[in-house]
């Protein structure tokens, strides 16, 4: 079936830092690719897409690159600011056949930016 | 224009009870979809509807069940509660682009 992998978190950094977070999937067919932004009690909020290989997402400096060699998706940001503290997912959806409509996440990293 | 709307905020049920969540999608959108997504955890899929039908299912027992109304919103009811089904419970709307849109999610709390 179609599985997500997060890095381990949760992930603190300084104001300003670099910011990598690890995806990689596996999928039954061809996946369009998503990072999710989740704050603290709030729903999701879509962050980035990707829909074929080596397609660049990109939104609010945060930027993701499809890569089908390596079934990765990793989100990157040059210089995070307090405001992006929040819990990132990625996740992938299969369009047609049984997997229509259907979201599948990782398991969600914790990100924390201190001042 | 509003959001997926979802109701109420906060739920706290006992084992064995039964429970309805609502969930108004987004003007012009058709689809909605439901999701579990327990502490800590990311986000798993219950079942999608469109059409008022049940158009997927995710790995979830029949005591969860669903209904779309012809207004495109719709309702998730889970009957004879467990502990384990203590968890936020997100709606997600979306059209024909097939992007989803998240509402803000119900938390349920089975005591």
């Known amino acids: 079936g179609d599985s997500v992998t997060q890095m381990e978190g949760p992930v603190t950094l300084s104001e300003e830092a670099f910011l990598t977070i690890n995806c990689t999937y596996t999928a039954t067919g061809y996946p369009s690719l998503f990072w999710y932004v989740q704050y603290p009690g709030e729903g999701l909020q879509l962050l980035l897409k990707a829909t074929k290989a080596d397609d660049k997402g990109s939104n609010k400096g945060f930027e993701a690159t499809y890569r089908k060699e390596t079934t990765s998706f990793h989100l990157e940001k040059g210089s995070v600011q307090v405001s992006d503290s929040a819990v990132y997912f990625c996740a992938l959806i299969v369009a047609g056949g049984t997997s229509y409509g259907k979201l599948t996440f990782g398991q969600g990293t914790i990100l924390t930016v201190h001042p | 224009d509003a959001g997926v709307t979802q109701s109420p905020t906060h739920l706290i049920k006992t084992r064995g009870q039964q429970v309805t969540l609502r969930c108004s999608p987004k003007?012009?959108?058709?689809?909605v979809s439901w999701y579990q997504q327990a502490l800590g955890q990311g986000p798993q899929f219950i079942f999608q509807y469109y059409e008022e039908e049940e158009r997927q299912r995710g790995n979830f027992p029949d005591r969860f069940s669903g209904h779309q109304f012809p207004n495109y919103s719709s309702e998730l009811n889970v009957n004879a509660l467990l502990l384990g089904d203590s968890a936020l419970y997100l709606c997600?709307?979306?059209?024909?682009?097939?992007?989803?849109?998240f509402g803000p999610g119900t938390r349920l709390t089975v005591l």
């Open positions: 997600a709307s979306s059209g024909a682009g097939g992007e989803q849109f």
């Open positions: 003007s012009g959108h058709d689809t």
